[in-house]
C-alpha cells in the first residue's frame, strides 16, 4: 500500500523513499479530494463539481469511473470502493500524513488530560511533524478550500495545545522563536500572544513580553475595534506585577464526550435511510443540518441513535443528545442551553443570563470541533436555530414529528413505516424466528394490522415475547378489530395511542376538526378535492381555512401529501392506526348524524363525479345506467372540468377508492347509493376487463341487499354477476342466471334492466347453438327497450342478427345489421360505429360478398383502433382474420387471429381466445406441424365442451379432424368428424361458413 502525503505537496510514496505523482490534472483532484475524505464515501456530485467546476462533461459518469480505474492501476495496492452514493478510498491511519497527524494529535489530547505534558507534548511534536508546508500546495482545487482552511485551523490548534503542554513542561527557553513566527503569521491569535508573553517572561524578558502585549492591542485596536480578551489580560496583569504568569489550573477537558443513549440492538431494516443521513451529514461545507420527520411511532428518535453512533468516528470530538420533548412540553431554550454549558465544561456564573449569550457561549465551546449535535423531538425551527454550531466540521441530526419547513439550508428525510420484509424482521428479533416461522401467515397479519410500524410492531413484538403460549393468531385477531386495536397496542410505558395523541393536542382547533373529519374516511389514498370536501362547511374546494388545516397536518407528520395525481390532483395518506385514532376521536366528540352528513357529503361528489365520467366512456357494459337517486354535484364545475378532462385516466386513479366506497357505503346501509357508484364505476371496469373488482363489488353489493331486505338491488347485482359468468364462458350458468334475473324484473316493474337481461341472454344462447331461444330472447328485448338506436335496443338488434346467422336467415340479418349501422354513424360514436361494422361485415360474408365484407371490416378495426374499446377490437380483429382466410390471404389473416388473442388474453375473455388459438393451430396444419396443433385443438375442445358451447366444439372437431388426418390418425380423424356432424345445426349459416374458412387455412400454403 503507498503512504500518501497532503500536508503540503501532493505526494505518494511507492515504496517507500520513492515519491510519485498522478500525472493529469483530473487525477490529481480526485486523489486529493478523496484523500481528504479519506474511509468516508464522497458522493459522485461533489468529486464532479471537484473536477469541473464549471460546466461537466456529457460523458462525465464515465470519465470518472476511468480517472478511477486509471488510479488503481497506477497505484497498486490502491483500494477506492464504489458505493450506492459515491467513491471512498479505504487507507490506514499510518498510510496517509492527514489520519497520522490526527491520530498524534489525539493522543496529545489525552496524555494532556491525564495530566503528562512531557508525554503529550511528545505526541504534539510527531503530529506537527508530519506537514511539509500548506495543504497541497501547488494544487488549486476550489471545492477544497473550506476543507484546507479547516485543516490549517487543527494545525494552529495542535501547536497551541503542543506549546501548553511544553510550558506546562518548563521548556519555554525554546519555545520564544517559534511563537515569535507564529504570531507573524497569525498577529491577531490571542492565544498565541499569551503564550509568547508567558516564554518571555519566563525567559526574563519582562520588556519584551509587555511590548507583546502593546502590539497585540494596537491590532485588535485598529482592526477590529475590540480589546484583547481575559486571558491576555490577565497574563499581563502577572506580568506587570512580577509574578509567574501560569494559568490556574484549567478544569477537566471535556472532550471527546459522548451523550447518545445506547444504540437499539434489534433495530430491522432503515439501512438505506442511514446511509443517506450518513452522506448529508459528512458533507465537507458548512455545518450539514439533517431532519428525520414521519408519523407518531414511526421510529425517529431510534433511527437517529443509530445513525449517531454509526458516525462517532466521523465526529472525533463527541456526540450530544439533546431531549426537547416538542411533541409534549417543549423544554425552554435557557434551560437546554444551560444543560449543554454545563456538559461543555462552563459551571457556575460562568453560564450567562441571556438565552442569546449563552447561545453564543455554545458556540464558542463548539468552534472549531468537530460535533454530532443530535436534537431530538424538536417543537419547531426556532427551537433548532438556537442550537445550530457555528464553525465547520460539526454537524446536527434533527428529529420531529414537524417537518420544520422554516429551517432554511436543512435535508429532510421522510420516515415512512417498514417494508414487508423489515416488519417481519423485527418481530422475529423480538418474538423469536421459529415462533414466528412457524405461524408465518398469522404474523403477516399482525404486520398489517400495525401498518408496519415500528412502535406499534414493538408491542405487538413485545406482548409475544411475554406470552410465549400466546398463538400468533388470536392477537392477529384482537389487532385486526379496529375498535380494540389501539387498546391491544400498548404495553409498560408503550403505547401508540398516547404517542399519535401528543402529536394531535398539539394541533389547532381547526386542525384537530380536520384530522377527525379525514379519519372518518376508510379511504388511505385521499386526493385532495376528497379532503376539502371533507373538511369545508360549504362546498368550496379552495377554502383558505381548508388549506391551512390540511398544511398544518402534513406539518404535523399526521398527513402525508404523496404527489400528484395523473389527473393533476395532489394526493395524501394517513396511515391505518392514525386513521383509527381520529376515528376514535370521531366517535367520542361527534354524534353519528353529524359523522353521517360529513360521509355523506363525500359519497355525492364521488357519484357525480363518477356519474359524469362514466356518461363519457363508451358504454360497454351490457347493463343500464340508472338516473334515480342522483344528487347534486357539491363541486364545482370548474373543478369537476379539471379532473374530468380525461375521464378514463380518472377512474383508474380512484379505482381504488371507489370500489372501496362501495363496501364502505354498504357497511353503513346505504346500498342503493353503493349501487349508483357501482353501475357507473362499472363503464370502466368492463371496458378495461376488471372482472374482478366488479365481482367482489357486486357480491359485496348483493349481500348488502339480502340483508337489508332490498329485492331489487339483489336482481341488479346477480345479474351483473352473471354478466361476468357469460364473459369468461360459462354459458349453461348464465342462461340460468339470466332467466331467474329476467323473471325477476319483470315482477319488480323494472322493464329497462329486463330488456338489457333479455340482450345478454340472447347473446349467450347464441353461444349455446340454440338459436331459435336466441332470437326469441333477442326480439323480446327490442321490444321491452324504449328506443332502438341506442342502449339494449341496439345491443338486441346485434344479438337478433347473431341469432338469424345461426338459423340461415342472413338476409334478414344484413337488413338488420344496415340499419344499425345507418344509426351508428348518425350518432358519431366510434365504437358503436366500430360494432356496427363488424356485424355488417360477417352479414356481407354470409352473403358471399367477400370483397365488400374484407372493406368493411377493415374499417371497422381502424375505427376501433382510435377508441378505447378493446373488446369490440378483439372481436373485429377475430372478424378480419376470418374474412382474410376467406381472400386466401392466409398470412394476414393468422397475424389478425394472434392480435385477437392477444387481446382477449388481456380481457380475460376466455372464448373469444380459445376461438383464436384455434385459428392459429389450423394455420399450423397447413404448415406441416399437425403434430403441434392436435394437442392445443384437444385442450380447446375440452374447454368448449365444458362451456356447453355446441358451436364452437362442432367447429373444434372439424379442424382436429383435419389434423388427425395429416397425421395419418385416420380413424380418431373419423370419430371426429361424425362427432362434428351429429353437433351440427341445419341451416346454421355461421357454422357453415367459419367451418369452410378454418379449414381453408389448414390447407398448404401456396408456394
Avoid at 849 to 858: G, K, P, Q, V
Wanted: net charge negative.
Amino acid at each position: 500500500m503507498p503512504r500518501f502525503g497532503v500536508l503540503g505537496p501532493l505526494t505518494i510514496e511507492s515504496p517507500p523513499g520513492r515519491r510519485t505523482a498522478p500525472r493529469g490534472d483530473h487525477q490529481r483532484a480526485l486523489l486529493a479530494v478523496l484523500l481528504l475524505n479519506a474511509n468516508s464515501s464522497v458522493p459522485v456530485d461533489a468529486l464532479v463539481e471537484t473536477l469541473w467546476p464549471e460546466t461537466p462533461p456529457k460523458s462525465y459518469t464515465s470519465n470518472l469511473h476511468t480517472y478511477v480505474s486509471r488510479l488503481r492501476a497506477r497505484f497498486e495496492g490502491l483500494e477506492i470502493e464504489r458505493d450506492p452514493h459515491g467513491y471512498r478510498l479505504v487507507v490506514g491511519p499510518g498510510d496517509l500524513d492527514l489520519l497520522s497527524f490526527r491520530e498524534a494529535a489525539a493522543a496529545g489530547k489525552a496524555a494532556a488530560r491525564a495530566g503528562d505534558p512531557a508525554g503529550a507534548a511528545g505526541h504534539y511534536r510527531r503530529a506537527l511533524a508530519e506537514w511539509r508546508g500548506p495543504v497541497l500546495s501547488g494544487l488549486h482545487i476550489p471545492r477544497l478550500d473550506a476543507d484546507i482552511a479547516r485543516l490549517e485551523s487543527e494545525r494552529l490548534a495542535a501547536f497551541e495545545d503542543c506549546v501548553d503542554a511544553e510550558l506546562s513542561d518548563g521548556r519555554h527557553g525554546e519555545l520564544t522563536g517559534e511563537l515569535q513566527a507564529m504570531i507573524t503569521e497569525h498577529p491577531l491569535r490571542e492565544r498565541l500572544a499569551a503564550q509568547l508573553m508567558i516564554a518571555l517572561h519566563r525567559a526574563g524578558r519582562q520588556a519584551d513580553s509587555l511590548a507583546v502585549h502593546r502590539e497585540l492591542r494596537t491590532t485588535l485596536v485598529e482592526e477590529l475595534g475590540v480589546e484583547p480578551g481575559a486571558e491576555v489580560r490577565r497574563v499581563h496583569a502577572a506580568v506587570l506585577r512580577g509574578e509567574d504568569p501560569v494559568p490556574p489550573a484549567k478544569t477537566a477537558q471535556v472532550f471527546p464526550i459522548c451523550q447518545l443513549p445506547p444504540d437499539i440492538a434489534d433495530l430491522a431494516g432503515r439501512e438505506g435511510e442511514i446511509a443517506k443521513l450518513s452522506g448529508l451529514l459528512g458533507a465537507s461545507t458548512g455545518v450539514p443540518v439533517a431532519v428525520i420527520t414521519g408519523e407518531p411511532g414511526a421510529g425517529k428518535s431510534t433511527l437517529a441513535v443509530s445513525t449517531a453512533h454509526r458516525l462517532r468516528r466521523s465526529f472525533p470530538d463527541g456526540q450530544l443528545f439533546v431531549p426537547l420533548a416538542g411533541a409534549s412540553d417543549p423544554r425552554d431554550l435557557a434551560d437546554v442551553l444551560g444543560d449543554l454549558l454545563r456538559a461543555l465544561g462552563v459551571t457556575g456564573p460562568a453560564i450567562p443570563d441571556d438565552v442569546a449569550a449563552r447561545a453564543a457561549a455554545y458556540r464558542g465551546r463548539l468552534a472549531d470541533r468537530r460535533v454530532l449535535v443530535v436534537l431530538d423531538d424538536a417543537a419547531g425551527p426556532e427551537q433548532v436555530r438556537a442550537l445550530l454550531p457555528g464553525t465547520p466540521g460539526s454537524a446536527v441530526l434533527v428529529t420531529s414529528r414537524r417537518r420544520l419547513s422554516g429551517l432554511a439550508g436543512a435535508d429532510r428525510l421522510h420516515l415512512a413505516p417498514l417494508s414487508g420484509a423489515e416488519a417481519m424482521t423485527l418481530l422475529e428479533r423480538l418474538a423469536g424466528p421459529d415462533r414466528v416461522g412457524a405461524e408465518r401467515a398469522d404474523a403477516e397479519r399482525i404486520a398489517k394490522a400495525c401498518g408496519n410500524l415500528p412502535l406499534a410492531l414493538r408491542i405487538a413484538g413485545s406482548r409475544l415475547a411475554m406470552r410465549p403460549g400466546l398463538p400468533l393468531g388470536k392477537l392477529a385477531g384482537k389487532l385486526e378489530d379496529e375498535v380494540s386495536r389501539l387498546d391491544e397496542l400498548q404495553v409498560s410505558d408503550l403505547q401508540v395511542r398516547g404517542s399519535i395523541a401528543l402529536s394531535y393536542e398539539a394541533l389547532s382547533p381547526s386542525a384537530r376538526r380536520a384530522f377527525r373529519l379525514i379519519g372518518r374516511c376508510r379511504t388511505l389514498d385521499l386526493p385532495a378535492w376528497a379532503v376539502s370536501t371533507l373538511i369545508n362547511d360549504k362546498a368550496d374546494s379552495t377554502d383558505e381555512e381548508a388549506d391551512e388545516a390540511i398544511d398544518e397536518l402534513v406539518e404535523a407528520s399526521l398527513l402525508e401529501a404523496t404527489g400528484l395525481d395523473p389527473t393533476g390532483e395532489q394526493r395524501f395518506r394517513m396511515h391505518d392506526l392514525v386513521r383509527v385514532y381520529a376515528t376514535e376521536l370521531g366517535r367520542e366528540l361527534e354524534t353519528r348524524a353529524e359523522r353521517v352528513a360529513t360521509v355523506a357529503k363525500l359519497s355525492d361528489a364521488a357519484l357525480c363525479l363518477a356519474d359524469t365520467a362514466a356518461r363519457r366512456l363508451p358504454r360497454t357494459v351490457p347493463m343500464p345506467l340508472s338516473d334515480q337517486d342522483l344528487p347534486a354535484q357539491p363541486l364545482s364545475g370548474e373543478l369537476v372540468e379539471r379532473l374530468l378532462r380525461d375521464p378514463g385516466t380518472w377512474f383508474s386513479v380512484e379505482r381504488a377508492n371507489l370500489v372501496s366506497a362501495v363496501s364502505s357505503m354498504c357497511a353503513v346501509g346505504w346500498p342503493r347509493k353503493a349501487l349508483r357508484v357501482l353501475e357507473r364505476l362499472s363503464a370502466y371496469l368492463y371496458l378495461h376487463s376488471h372482472y374482478t373488482d366488479m365481482r367482489t363489488a357486486y357480491e359485496i353489493l348483493r349481500d348488502a341487499a339480502l340483508k337489508a331486505g332490498d329485492r331489487h338491488i339483489v336482481v341488479i347485482a346477480e345479474a351483473n354477476l352473471t354478466v361476468l359468468l357469460h364473459v369468461r364462458g360459462e354459458y349453461e350458468r348464465a342462461v340460468e342466471g339470466y332467466r331467474e334475473c329476467s323473471k325477476a324484473l319483470a315482477e319488480l316493474g323494472d322493464v329497462s334492466a329486463q330488456a338489457w337481461v333479455e340482450t345478454n341472454l340472447a347473446r349467450c344462447l347464441v353461444g349455446l347453438g340454440r338459436a331459435g331461444e336466441s332470437l326469441h330472447a333477442a326480439t323480446q328485448a327490442r321490444e321491452l327497450s324504449l328506443v332502438e338506436e341506442t342502449g339494449p335496443g341496439a345491443y338486441a338488434l346485434h344479438a337478433e342478427s347473431a341469432a338469424l346467422h345461426r338459423l340461415g336467415k342472413v338476409a334478414e340479418a344484413l337488413e338488420i345489421d344496415s340499419r344499425s349501422l345507418a344509426h351508428a354513424r348518425e350518432s358519431g360514436d366510434e365504437r358503436q360505429l366500430g360494432v356496427a361494422l363488424q356485424g355488417l361485415s360477417w352479414s356481407l360474408m354470409l352473403d358471399g360478398r367477400e370483397a365488400e365484407a374484407l372493406e368493411t371490416i377493415e374499417e371497422s378495426v381502424r375505427v376501433l383502433r382510435r377508441t378505447t374499446a378493446k373488446s369490440a377490437l378483439a372481436k373485429s380483429l377475430r372478424t378480419q382474420g376470418a374474412i382474410l382466410a376467406g381472400a386466401g390471404r392466409r398470412a394476414d389473416a393468422v397475424k389478425a387471429y394472434e392480435n385477437a388473442r392477444r387481446l382477449a388474453d388481456a380481457l380475460e375473455e376466455r372464448p373469444r381466445e380459445l376461438s383464436c388459438t384455434r385459428a392459429i393451430a389450423a394455420s399450423w396444419i397447413g404448415d406441416g406441424r399437425a403434430d403441434r396443433a392436435i394437442p392445443v385443438l384437444r385442450h380447446c375442445l375440452d374447454e368448449f365442451r365444458a362451456m356447453g358451447g355446441k358451436p364452437a366444439t362442432a367447429l373444434t372437431l372439424h379442424v382436429l379432424r383435419r389434423a388427425y388426418e395429416a397425421v395419418g390418425e385416420m380413424e380418431a380423424a373419423e370419430a371426429a368428424g361424425e362427432e362434428a356432424k351429429r353437433l351440427e345445426v341445419p341451416h346454421d349459416a355461421n357454422a357453415s361458413a367459419l367451418v369452410r374458412l378454418l379449414l381453408s387455412l389448414t390447407e398448404p400454403a401456396p408456394a
